[in-house]
């Protein structure tokens, strides 16, 4: 991934005093935490929740939801002074198996006020083009013909069609892609960057995000399963409308501050 921004931290040395620079360290550094917690329309959703026909979209189907996964990466913290912080790390949000849904980022920050703090949603073109061997071994890759990298999101499940039966549906995201094969071309970018707005860090902190995962079938665009269910990903109009819709999806609940 891109090169991380060294935050450089000035150390006065002075004799016998090593244990108060590790104080002074430990108080002006810290290691902020996301939190994510997922709901349909405020209803808390967690992985007890998957595998029963029980929630309802925009559109009126009826879906169960069986797998779901995505990845956030490059977080950023903007300083009062414009100063950009992006620490260069990653995260594979595995709702299915309950796994890194609190995630602490590997770097440092300053405490200290924040005009702004985001992160990204899926990966952005240059680091798409990176190797990840953990998401290589949890099967997270897009196929060459589709432009390579991998998925932003996995989320599959069933709904009740207009027979009324259970049909699957899977609503992956991933880049963009025209012309699959051996020369693919990419219409736009389909990462977004999430904005979590101004917080002023005072000690460890934990962003509590919270994701509507009924956003992804509405605003703006009215999502019907029955016409936009499975082969989703080299259909580059349907990965156009899940960037849009998902621009309502995160939001910050809180900050947890000790």
């Known amino acids: 991934m891109k090169k991380f921004l060294t935050l450089l931290l000035v150390v006065f040395v002075c004799t016998n005093c090593s244990d108060d620079v590790d104080d002074i360290v430990n108080a002006t ?3 902020p935490v996301f939190s994510f917690t997922h709901n349909w329309e405020g209803i808390p959703v967690t992985n007890a929740n998957f595998n029963s026909v029980q929630y309802t979209n925009a559109n009126g189907e009826m879906l ?3 797998r779901l996964r995505y990845v956030i990466s490059d977080i950023v913290f903007t300083t009062t ?6 620490l260069d790390a990653y995260n594979l949000v595995d709702v299915t ?6 995630f602490q980022v590997p770097f440092t920050i300053p405490i200290g006020n924040y005009n ?3 992160f990204t949603f899926g990966f952005d073109n240059e680091d798409n083009s990176e190797n990840y061997a953990d998401l290589n071994s949890a099967s997270f890759n897009v196929p060459d013909m589709l432009g390579g990298g991998y998925h932003y999101m996995q989320f599959d499940g ?6 009324n039966s259970e049909a699957p549906f899977n609503y992956h995201a991933i880049r963009a892609v025209d012309n699959p094969g051996m020369s693919p071309t990419f219409p736009q970018d389909t990462f977004f960057t999430v904005n979590l707005g101004a917080v002023n860090i005072t000690g460890e902190t934990t962003f509590n995000i919270e994701v509507n995962l009924a956003e992804w079938f509405q605003n703006p665009n009215t999502w019907d399963l029955n016409q936009l269910n499975t082969v989703l990903m080299p259909n580059s109009a349907a990965q156009i409308q899940m960037f849009q ?4 999806v995160f939001s910050l609940g809180s900050v947890s501050q000790q």
């Not at 198996?97 to 609190?102: F, M, P, T």
């Not at 819709?245 to 309502?248: A, E, I, L």
């Open 29 to 31: 550094q810290i290691n």
């Open 64 to 66: 169960s939801i069986e």
């Open 81 to 86: 002074s414009n100063e950009v912080l992006e």
């Open 97 to 102: 198996n309950n796994n890194n849904l609190v």
């Open 116 to 118: 702004n703090v985001s």
């Open 158 to 163: 069933k709904y009740l069609d207009a027979s």
């Open 245 to 248: 819709n998902g621009q309502s």
